[in-house]
């Protein structure tokens, strides 16, 4: 009974194992992911405080498109650091913010929402290009006050971006499991405030 059993599970073991080659050779994981970038990063100040303008690139795939055109959110989420440069001593971490900005598309009304967590009010786009192009970019994102800075001292900004787990509705997650092929976060980028 006991090798039975034994070669009863070996079949299916290996018919598992083929379709699991055959899915990654037929869907190879490079079509899910990109490698995203952070890039373009202009640090300024107003009358007052120290601003940050960057974008995400190579973030969207076919995939995560169709899910947005689905109406599934979808979340980056932008951390940036802002340090002050001690020679002889760790660096200072002065400021920290987090940014979240969401896409949701109406179907009904063939409209793209962006929104964001900061209190910012909601933008609606008819393009989904637009939309895109708005969902990766932080558009002078105040990290602290220039009061706060002594002139004298040196400072960079640390900036990075992820797309938080998408969460599908009535536990699809688990029926498809590529969704978290979805997921990217790139790479920390410093870049010095002049």
Not at 28 to 47: F, K, Q
Not at 105 to 126: L, P
Not at 179 to 190: H, N, P, Q
């Amino acid at each position: 009974m006991v090798a039975q059993g034994a070669c009863m599970r070996k079949p299916i073991l290996l018919l598992a194992v083929f379709f699991a080659c055959y899915f990654f050779l037929v869907f190879p994981l490079s079509s899910y992911r990109r490698d995203a970038r952070i890039a373009d990063i202009v640090i300024t100040d107003s009358d007052d405080h120290v601003m940050v303008y960057a974008k995400v690139t190579n973030c969207y795939t076919k995939r995560m498109e169709s899910a947005i055109l689905a109406g599934v959110p979808t979340t980056f989420t932008f951390l940036l650091d802002l340090y002050q440069e001690r020679p002889r001593w760790i660096d200072e971490k002065i400021s920290s913010v987090i940014v979240k900005q969401t896409i949701k598309y109406d179907n009904v009304k063939k409209v793209f929402y962006i929104s964001s967590m900061e209190g910012y009010k909601q933008s609606e786009f008819q393009d989904f290009d637009a939309a895109k192009k708005a969902m990766s970019e932080l558009n002078g994102i105040v990290l602290a006050s220039l009061k706060d800075l002594p002139k004298d001292e040196s400072y960079y900004v640390m900036v990075k971006a992820k797309l938080d787990k998408i969460r599908l509705p009535m536990h699809m997650e688990y029926v498809l499991f590529f969704v978290s092929l979805w997921d990217f976060e790139t790479d920390w980028y410093r870049q010095r405030i002049v």
